[in-house]
């Protein structure tokens, strides 16, 4: 009997670029802009500028692209260095049924790797799908238990996507394909306590999947073995790692129902369990043209994931721990109008003003949030203001997720906010290879990232 990783193996070694419907390659296209706009914008923070002077300072063959970085350096150490700057902003694609921010630890190590092996856009989206198809899959198998154990499935499954699109770039044939999968299974980590402390290292999650995503395939090239029964084993990852996990659909739909197409991407630079209620205070108050002052207080009804990850009453001390803060962000949003990247400063986390109004800000569950999550990953707020005026909102689901869903042109003007003061030509060239990528060599589309970020 196939086990579940031999299973994914077969999938993906028969899968080709043109069983890909067009819907399918269109949305992986609309996934990388955004994915690359985010991982540029992310270098000015100061973790991936430390990761990046670590790994540009070390000797090695030049092979792939790492942003922020002058000349090439091993792929491997690419796919770490553009997996930590991807997730450093918060903002990066995700799919609310997993709890998993698949992109971060699949692009950087399919772009590396395949650039290191001069493969063409096609191959790379293909790649990027099947990754997408694995981490989404088992991470919804696995939560909400792997998320309520302290797990950070963005680095823990994340690793699975990064090998099988490394492993479909290779060629692998099934049996390596499948030993590739079960090494990487063994290298999943994460935790969450990140959320408490540390904030600004949580970034190193889906940069050691990344990694470790290609050199799992690349021991596999070289004969060797990983188990075939890392998952679902007496001491596999599911036993390990979760108190439940469901299986029984987790192949439904395979191959006809691509999971790329349920991402969800961000307008926040918050965590994604703030941004319905970001959503409710900015709607409310356009519609009933309330100003900062006017509010009293805001009280928010949510799922539990949302208040356990995000509902301290603490104020932040840095601008990485402001984004897990749904009070911080929520007082933020409604003093600048917007919850954007820019607005994440030291300076705005010590603004007295917006500390006073999320202190007025409670969170907290009840049955019909948490009966609804996952379908619905939404939250009821209650806007009070200091003229005694009472208004309520509800938002099922923030905007960006598939049925709320963004238009192409909401990822390219996010993709040009991201990289503001960037050269325009380079911008517009980058973008044209990224929207016509199955036309093109990932050769092209690093030369095309040149002029961006530091590249030379």
Not at 138 to 143: E, Y
Not at 164 to 171: H, Q, S
Not at 259 to 271: E, T, V
């Amino acid at each position: 009997m196939e086990t579940i990783i031999q299973r994914f193996a077969d999938y993906f070694c028969g899968m080709k670029f043109e069983d890909l419907p067009d819907e399918v390659v269109h949305k992986t296209k609309m996934l990388t802009i955004d994915l690359m706009g985010v991982t540029i914008a992310g270098l000015k923070m100061d973790f991936p500028k430390m990761m990046i002077d670590y790994l540009g300072g070390l000797e090695g063959i030049q092979q792939a692209t790492l942003f922020g970085a002058p000349h090439k350096v091993p792929a491997i150490h690419a796919a770490l260095g553009n997996g930590v700057s991807s997730h450093a902003l918060d903002m990066d694609d995700g799919y609310r049924y997993g709890g998993v921010h698949a992109g971060v630890a699949v692009i950087p190590a399919a772009l590396a790797f395949g650039e290191s092996r001069n493969m063409d856009g096609k191959a790379f989206l293909l790649a990027m799908t099947m990754g997408y198809e694995i981490v989404n899959r088992i991470s919804k198998a696995m939560n909400p238990s792997h998320l309520g154990r302290g797990f950070h499935t963005t680095g823990t499954i994340g690793v699975l996507g990064a090998a099988a699109a490394c492993g479909v770039l290779a060629g692998l044939d099934r049996k390596q394909m499948a030993s590739a999968l079960g090494m990487a299974a063994l290298q999943g980590a994460g935790l969450l306590e990140i959320l408490n402390d540390g904030a600004m290292v949580k970034p190193i999650h889906p940069g050691k999947a990344a990694m470790a995503g290609i050199l799992s395939v690349e021991l596999a090239m070289r004969g060797a073995k990983g188990p075939m029964t890392a998952l679902e084993g007496e001491k596999g990852l599911f036993k390990a790692m979760a108190d439940s996990v469901s299986t029984e659909h987790l192949f439904d739909g395979l191959g006809t129902e691509f999971y790329i197409m349920g991402q969800y991407i961000k307008f926040h630079a918050a965590c994604r369990h703030i941004h319905p209620t970001i959503d409710g205070v900015l709607s409310v108050m356009r519609d009933k043209q309330l100003k900062f002052e006017d509010l009293e207080s805001v009280d928010v009804t949510t799922y539990p994931v949302a208040v356990s990850f995000c509902g301290t009453s603490e104020m932040p001390d840095t601008a990485e721990g402001a984004k897990f803060s749904l009070a911080f962000s929520v007082a933020m949003a409604a003093y600048f109008g917007d919850a954007g990247e820019h607005r994440y400063t030291e300076s705005t986390v010590f603004n007295s003003d917006i500390q006073q109004l999320a202190r007025r800000v409670t969170s907290r569950t009840d049955s019909r949030w948490e009966q609804a999550y996952p379908r619905e990953r939404g939250a009821a707020i209650t806007i009070l203001t200091k003229q005694g005026k009472s208004f309520f909102v509800e938002v099922p689901l923030p905007r960006g997720e598939p049925e709320n869903s963004a238009t192409d042109e909401d990822f390219i003007l996010k993709f040009h906010q991201n990289l503001a003061g960037q050269p325009p030509e380079s911008v517009s060239a980058l973008l044209g290879v990224m929207r016509t990528l199955e036309t093109h060599s990932l050769a092209d589309l690093a030369k095309s990232m040149v002029g961006c970020s530091g590249l030379s």
